[in-house]
């Protein structure tokens, strides 16, 4: 299949040899949830797949939004974060992990790492030092005024050994404008989602994130001199920021830096798209 076939939301590229794997959101994103799968690909323009990486079995928790599937590459193992939910249940991120990127993944979590009482998404996976970090959204529809949390995890990446510490809340950002939900008439909600750290070749750590621009859903960056721990200064202008989000970074085989979000942001017509990028002083730009 050509990319353009992919109905995808949140995509995320893993490049594993001479192999890209994509995974994100599929079309079952507003409806009953029961699966994750991968596509291949050599050159990122002809796909292989879908892959079926897991599928819910009649004792696994989660019955809804099944989202965001990441897959990260730890200790020689690969290891699946994605966002779940349930009735009665927040939503959150649950770890899985396989011995392949494309085979069957299994939990290694019971349940969701992030905080049961939180309404969470969006887990990403970050090491410093030797440490293993998640890095999520408490998301709007708890707080309204979004955050991007992080957490260190046990090495086995079983369970969190510190309680969340929030990097950023949505309003402080300078390209944030409010989101209306018809939920939440005349409600003022300033969104986050899709946190995705990249760090740049003199050191720095880049969050790259999504939430609304001008009524656009958008991407933004914010830059720390010292690692996690931050703080994280804001970018004026976002990176990209007209009707497409949920950002990662990673390069090609040939080592270039690529950008792939999804666009536009809505459904069905949701696919993943490629932009290259090149690093400045003041982070990431598109080329």
């Known amino acids: 299949m050509k990319l353009q076939d992919i109905q995808m939301r949140d995509p995320f590229v893993l490049v594993e040899g001479d192999t890209y794997y994509l995974y994100g959101t599929d079309e079952n994103v507003w409806r009953e949830g029961y699966k994750f799968d991968c596509y291949k690909s050599k050159d990122l323009e002809e796909f292989e797949g879908p892959i079926r990486i897991f599928e819910k079995t009649p004792d696994f928790w989660a019955d809804r939004n099944y989202w965001a599937p990441e897959v990260h590459k730890y200790n020689g193992k690969f290891y699946l974060f994605a966002s779940l939910k349930a009735e009665g249940v927040c939503r959150g991120t649950q770890i899985f992990v396989c011995d392949t990127p494309d085979g069957r993944f299994v939990p290694v979590s019971d349940g969701p790492v992030t905080p049961r009482d939180w309404e969470c998404l969006d887990g990403t996976f970050y090491v410093e030092n030797g440490e293993p970090y998640i890095v999520f959204s408490h998301e709007w529809v708890q707080i309204f005024d979004g955050e991007i949390c992080a957490m260190r995890l046990s090495h086995d990446l079983t369970h969190a ?20 939900h018809k939920s939440y008439p005349g409600k003022e909600i300033y969104v986050t989602d899709g946190p995705f750290l990249h760090t740049l070749s003199d050191g720095r750590l880049d969050l790259v994130w999504s939430s609304f621009h001008e009524g656009d859903y958008a991407i933004g960056q914010c830059i720390s001199e010292n690692g ?60």
Request: charged share 30%.
């Open 228 to 287: 996690i721990k931050g703080p994280f200064v804001h970018k004026e202008e976002p990176i990209f920021g007209k009707d497409g989000g949920h950002g990662m970074v990673f390069r090609t085989k040939e080592g270039k830096l690529m950008l792939t979000i999804h666009m536009p942001n809505h459904t069905p017509d949701e696919r993943p798209v490629f932009f290259p990028l090149t690093e400045t002083r003041e982070g990431l730009k598109r080329v």
């Open 161 to 180: 050994v510190e309680e969340p510490r929030t990097i950023l809340k949505a309003s402080e950002a300078p390209w944030t404008t409010p989101h209306e």
